[in-house]
């Protein structure tokens, strides 16, 4: 999640066309920093194991216990979240 942070005075004194691009541009951006960190994580991945780092990918029974034991951590957080923001935690899983 991508978040713009600007004053309430400045925002309103733009044009809505303004307004338009810039959210267009956030979105862009946003969209294009994720690919990038997306990226950034296979090439260090790649990396570890040119140097012989032997990465493990759990099963999905481990996958799936994970997700049980995440539960309690996701009560206990969850109001600190934007709504919906668990949901879509658990979606990208």
């Known amino acids: ?33 994720r690919d990038t960190t997306i990226e950034d994580g296979q090439q260090a991945r790649n990396q570890l194991q ?12 481990e996958l799936e216990q994970l997700k049980i034991k995440m539960q309690s951590v996701y009560d206990k957080f969850e109001h600190t979240f934007p709504d919906n923001m668990i949901n879509k935690i658990r979606a990208l899983q």
């Open 50 to 61: 040119s140097d012989g780092v032997i990465v493990y990918d759990p099963t999905d029974a």
């Open 1 to 33: 999640m991508t978040t713009m942070i600007i004053a309430d005075s400045f925002w309103n004194s733009l044009s809505q066309e303004v307004k338009d691009c810039i959210k267009d541009a956030a979105i862009r951006a946003g969209r294009r920093e």
